[in-house]
């Protein structure tokens, strides 16, 4: 069964705070994704990776780095953590076509104070 | 500038009825479309998809028709079940850009 994990369900930080949210997927997939989902916004892509050390910027990287040492993990980095970085964090990754649907982690709900 | 719009925050329809959940998009290139259905603390499941040389592609009591003059597609949802209330999801360019999403409430 097809399984894409995150590292935290719930995490709370501290403004400045340097933040790793972790995805690991076992399905052997190219594609990989970090969205974060806020009210009336929906999901917006903050990077993307079709490859191992490889990454591409989506609709709103700022404040955000990712990295992709292994194909089955794609980090998710917020290098200063602001309290306008508190939303729900979703990963997806998916095969290497255009036409292939997402798989979703079952998201982490990231508070900053 | 979103390029997928959901205009309709919120749905509510009665059990047995139809659902018809709207999404509109900007860009002609679009050739494929996703619905996503999202519960609470869970992360979306794809639904349905359709690509640009349908008007329509159907899975049991989900359907979605494609308009590509109109530049709009609905998902449809027939009969509608309590089991589907949830976040619906819009996307096009296989998952790079989502709508805002539409809150669906199934009242029995």
């Known amino acids: 069964d097809v399984k894409v994990t995150q590292s935290s369900r719930y995490l709370v930080k501290r403004t400045g705070e340097k933040v790793f949210l972790e995805c690991v997927q076992d399905?052997?997939?190219?594609?990989m994704f970090w969205y974060r989902q806020d009210p009336g916004l929906g999901l917006r892509l903050i990077y993307f990776s079709y490859d191992v050390k490889m990454k591409e910027k989506g609709d709103i990287p700022e404040g955000y780095s990712v990295s992709r040492e292994k194909k089955e993990r794609f980090s998710l980095i917020l290098e200063s953590a602001s309290t306008n970085q508190t939303s729900m964090y979703l990963c997806?990754?998916?095969?290497?076509?255009?036409?292939?649907?997402?798989?979703f982690g079952p998201g982490t709900r990231l508070t900053v104070l | 500038d979103q390029q997928v719009k959901q205009n309709s925050p919120s749905l509510s329809v009665q059990e047995g009825r139809i659902s018809i959940l709207n999404c509109d998009y900007t860009?002609?290139?679009?050739?494929?479309f996703l619905w996503y259905k999202k519960y609470p603390a869970e992360g979306p499941t794809f639904l349905i998809s359709i690509s640009s040389i349908k008007d329509k592609n159907e899975d049991g009591r989900f359907t979605v028709f494609l308009n590509k003059s109109a530049k709009h597609l609905s998902l449809h949802i027939v009969p509608s079940q309590p089991g589907d209330s949830a976040v619906y999801f819009c996307?096009?360019?296989?998952?790079?850009?989502f709508g805002a999403g539409t809150i669906l409430r199934v009242k029995s």
């Open positions: 860009n002609s290139m679009f050739d494929y």
């Open positions: 997806a990754s998916s095969p290497p076509s255009g036409r292939y649907t997402q798989y």
């Open positions: 996307a096009a360019r296989s998952g790079l850009v």
């Open positions: 399905m052997d997939h190219e594609n």
